[in-house]
């Protein structure tokens, strides 16, 4: 058990390496290991239409004949059903592995569960649930995804120690350090679109674009909230070279814009807006983790993280809460308890 755990490590690694690239697809490492224990291969899944993490780590390996007797470790269930790509069983039979052992089983109902079957049928030893907390924590997103209609939604805000989004007059327009700023990059690289709301386009003109560039990844799609519509037609948004990930909505509510954005594609959702969605979305129930960067300011003046007139309902709590020092900055992360069903 202590190898199969040290074998999934490395996998779990591969599969960090798609967060943010993949989807609508989940992000997905392989590891093909030697019956005396050395690694022949390992793989990833880069993006939707290409390889799965199995069929890359065959590939690496030197192809399906230099794969017999080995054992595979992937974090998720292979899949066993037809899209854009063949089935990953089909894959892992011709490759004529002895074992097979996954993190996680596929909570898509189109593969849950069937793999194991199909490969114990062929004589192949099955292991499931190998480091599964771990894998649940990163497939979290995808499996809310696929399992409800809906992204994984991020609360994400630079405040003052009072609750400030917003500096006194004259005082410039960061509350957070440069460190803090890089590092809100990272979630970015990971969304596949970043919501705000009118005002804070009318007041900051965001661009929303990633800096630098993330490669193999597209500009997600930049949201802008507008009952009325009348928004700045020079604002940057609509006239950079992204002008076309731009996406205005207004007249649904707000579950019925997870549901618009999850059928595009969208299985994260960065929320980057002022205090009034912020207000909204968490009174609503909507946001599943929070990522907050607080500075070691006292604003006084300035609009608030959290307008109280949109706020009701009580007390929102945070688990799995983690800290990190970015310089004078502290970020908080943590997700949002949900209330029991």
């Known amino acids: 058990m202590e190898i199969d755990h040290s ?8 599969a960090k390496k798609g967060v943010g690239l993949t989807s609508p697809n989940p992000p997905v490492g392989a590891v093909i290991v030697s019956p005396n224990g050395t690694i022949l291969g390992k793989g990833w899944h880069h993006g939707a239409g290409q390889p799965h993490a199995e069929r890359e ?30 089935p990953c069983v089909d894959a892992v039979i011709e490759a004529r592995f002895a ?3 996954w993190a996680m089983d596929d909570p898509n109902p189109a593969h849950a569960g069937r793999a194991a079957s199909l490969l114990t049928e062929r004589g192949l030893q099955v292991t499931r649930g190998v480091l599964e907390e771990e894998a649940r924590r990163l497939l979290a997103p995808w499996q809310k995804f696929i399992t409800t209609g809906r992204p994984w939604v991020i609360a994400k805000a630079g405040l003052s120690l009072d609750g400030k989004l917003t500096r006194p007059r004259g005082e410039g327009q960061w509350i957070t350090n440069e460190l803090a700023r890089t590092d809100a990059q990272r979630l970015r690289r990971q969304a596949d679109a970043i919501l705000i709301g009118a005002e804070t386009l009318r007041k900051d003109n965001p661009a929303l674009t990633l800096r630098p560039p993330r490669p193999g990844k597209q500009q997600p799609w930049r949201v802008v909230l507008s009952k009325s519509g009348r928004l700045p037609a020079r604002a940057q948004l609509f006239t950079d070279e ?7 909505m207004g007249g649904e509510s707000f579950p019925e814009i997870l549901q618009i954005l999850a059928s595009q594609g969208v299985v994260t959702l960065l929320i980057e807006g002022g205090g009034t969605i912020l207000a909204q979305v968490f009174a609503q129930g909507l946001v599943d983790e929070a990522v907050f960067y607080v ?13 109280a007139g949109y706020f009701a309902g009580g007390s929102v709590r945070l688990a799995s809460v983690r800290w ?10 943590g997700l949002v308890e949900k209330p029991a069903s």
Do not use: N, Q
Request: glycine share 8%.
């Open 7 to 14: 074998f999934m490590a490395i996998a779990l690694r591969e």
């Open 242 to 248: 992204h002008r076309d990930r731009t996406l205005v």
């Open 57 to 86: 780590a065959i590939t690496a390996a030197g192809g399906p004949a230099a794969c017999a007797d080995a054992t595979l470790y992937v974090t998720l269930e292979p899949c066993s059903t037809h899209g854009r790509t063949p």
């Open 99 to 101: 074992r097979v052992v």
């Open 295 to 307: 500075a070691p300011l006292l604003c006084g003046t300035g609009r608030p993280v959290i307008d």
């Open 324 to 333: 990190k020092a970015l310089g004078d900055t502290v970020r908080l992360t």
